[in-house]
T-cell receptor
Framework: ETGVTQTPRHLVMGMTNKKSLKCEQHLGHNAMYWYKQSAKKPLELMFVYSLEERVENNSVPSRFSPECPNSSHLFLHLHTLQPEDSALYLC???????????????FGSGTQLSVL | QQQVKQSPQSLIVQKGGISIINCAYENTAFDYFPWYQQFPGKGPALLIAIRPDVSEKKEGRFTISFNKSAKQFSLHIMDSQPGDSATYFCAASIANSGNTPLVFGKGTRLSVIA
């Protein structure tokens, strides 16, 4: 158990659905991250939040919308997804802020998303 | 310049053998080099890390070798065991880089066979 919990573990959705992924960290960390993991791009950074403020958006399509209501919770809202969005979505947190150097990331177990 | 190039993509090693995974980088400002280990169904977890002021760091059967002049670092797993079968990611970061997060390699899938 890493202290980072993701729900749901598995999600199947149609292209017209709207769903949300949830991440919760119990470590008192200051930064949270969303990564997409697929066979093509094994660890693709999507969003970074530092002290609840979004600091990086790696040119992610607008059909993915992150939300960080507080330092412990991170959401990824999904709408009008495409089949190529099927992947494992990983949440991570770190005590050190991104760019501080030496940051240790703690990952959740991910949500396996299938878009039909 | 922000890339970390990892090789090989996959690796099969006999039990008891040495597993070696290599990474190369271009940006000489990188000053922290961790390795992450990921088992199926789990997220990556930090395995071992090194800073460029040392050429080698060892933790149990896992060793990072760092060559600053060649801008390369590698992970060596001695006496490899089937339980080491996982995907390994190298990474790099820069201190005080203004919100630039860790950069990951593309991963190496290691299979240790009996």
């Amino acid at each position: 158990e890493t202290g980072v919990t993701q729900t749901p573990r598995h999600l199947v959705m149609g292209m017209t659905n709207k769903k949300s992924l949830k991440c919760e960290q119990h470590l008192g960390h200051n930064a949270m991250y969303w990564y997409k993991q697929s066979a093509k791009k094994p660890l693709e950074l999507m969003f970074v939040y530092s002290l609840e403020e979004r600091v990086e958006n790696n040119s992610v399509p607008s059909r993915f919308s992150p939300e960080c209501p507080n330092s412990s919770h991170l959401f990824l809202h999904l709408h009008t997804l495409q089949p190529e969005d099927s992947a494992l979505y990983l949440c991570a947190s770190s005590q050190a802020l991104p760019g501080a150097g030496g940051e240790k990331l703690f990952f959740g177990s991910g949500t396996q998303l299938s878009v039909l | 310049q922000q890339q970390v190039k990892q090789s090989p993509q996959s690796l099969i090693v006999q039990k008891g053998g040495i597993s070696i995974i290599n990474c190369a980088y271009e940006n000489t400002a990188f000053d922290y080099f961790p390795w992450y280990q990921q088992f199926p169904g789990k997220g990556p977890a930090l395995l071992i890390a090194i800073r460029p002021d040392v050429s080698e760091k060892k933790e149990g059967r896992f060793t990072i070798s760092f060559n600053k002049s060649a801008k390369q670092f590698s992970l060596h797993i001695m006496d490899s065991q089937p339980g080491d079968s996982a995907t390994y990611f190298c990474a790099a970061s820069i201190a005080n880089s203004g919100n630039t997060p860790l950069v990951f390699g593309k991963g190496t899938r290691l299979s240790v066979i009996a």
